[in-house]
């Protein structure tokens, strides 16, 4: 990855969006999805009645012709869209629902996932929550770098705005996702998976006649979203492969997890739960947990230890590596044990 590169991409993405922006009177999440795709549209400025005038199209084009990422490769195009991401949610004040996962933490996730996919030449990973995509394709390029094979992905998001910012950055990756644009608790067209990845969004779904047939759903009232999208996803996984999910340290402690957890009984198998230090939280009701699902099926076993615990903190370099180390050998000696 080429720090250069991404700083002299995001440059030019920042410094167009708040030309674009202005010129639109728009917000810059809408000025961003406009530039990307005029970068992606080899740098040609779309014009409406006029508007942007020629003086700013001139100024864009110019802009445009500093960087080329086509020849950059694919983390540095990443990360470069996510600080133009981390730059909007500042500036528009978006709402915590949409903010990204931190590289950290989907690179743990990656790290974590390698071992269990190193012996499989295809890959077909689903994020359900898929927002700007910077968790999906963190983990695809983790995967493509160690597989050097088919690696395709499938993300899914209602928000029309994540879905461009999602198709913006598979673009320019050069990265084979198919992105669907739907609710992710309806009937999916999609086949079965290799893998599910997802940070999941947390809080109570609003559309109680959607979640019947749900064995996750709540008794009475509302239910948790990130419950479902679990239950949702891991139908669409074969039998046998694993679910990487983001979700609160506090998922078994809620008086809903009662429905979670019988599910979970007859479908997967509850494999770790990795707490991520409380450090990276404003408090400890907000802090979140890294937990690795295995469907049952086609061989699949409980593991004889489930890997409990909690990551000590990034700043501890030794104490973080020793634990890492820790989980690597959990991974490969129980299980991953035929």
Known sequence: MSEKDTTDLYQVFDQSTTVLM???????????IETADNIIDNGTVRVEDGVPNEKIVKELTELYKTVDYKK??????????????IRAIKVDKIQAIHQITPDTIAY????????LYKEQKSVKVLD???????????????????????????GIDNDDSMISIASISAKMQGLDIELIH??????????????????LPVGYYPIDENTVGFETRASKGHSYVHHLLIEQSVKYLKEGEFAVFLVPSNLFQTNEAKGLLKWMQDTVYLQGVLNLPKELFLNESAQKAIMILQKRGNGAKQADKVMLGEFPSFKDTDAFQKFM???????EKDLLKK
Not at 22 to 32: C, G, R
Not at 72 to 85: E, F, G, L
Not at 108 to 115: D, F
């Open 108 to 115: 743990i996730m990656g790290y974590l996932i390698l071992r």
């Open 72 to 85: 950059m490769d694919a983390p540095s195009i990443r990360r470069a869209i996510q600080m133009a991401m």
């Open 22 to 32: 202005q010129a639109l009177n728009t917000s810059y999440l809408d000025a961003f």
């Open 325 to 331: 180390q820790e989980v690597v050998d959990w991974e």
């Open 128 to 154: 359900p929550a898929v927002g700007s995509e910077n968790l999906l394709t963190a983990v695809m390029n983790q995967l493509n770098l160690e597989l050097h094979e088919n690696v395709s992905g499938i």
């Open 182 to 199: 739907q609710d992710s608790l309806a009937e999916m067209d999609i086949p079965d998976i290799d893998l599910v990845v997802s940070d």
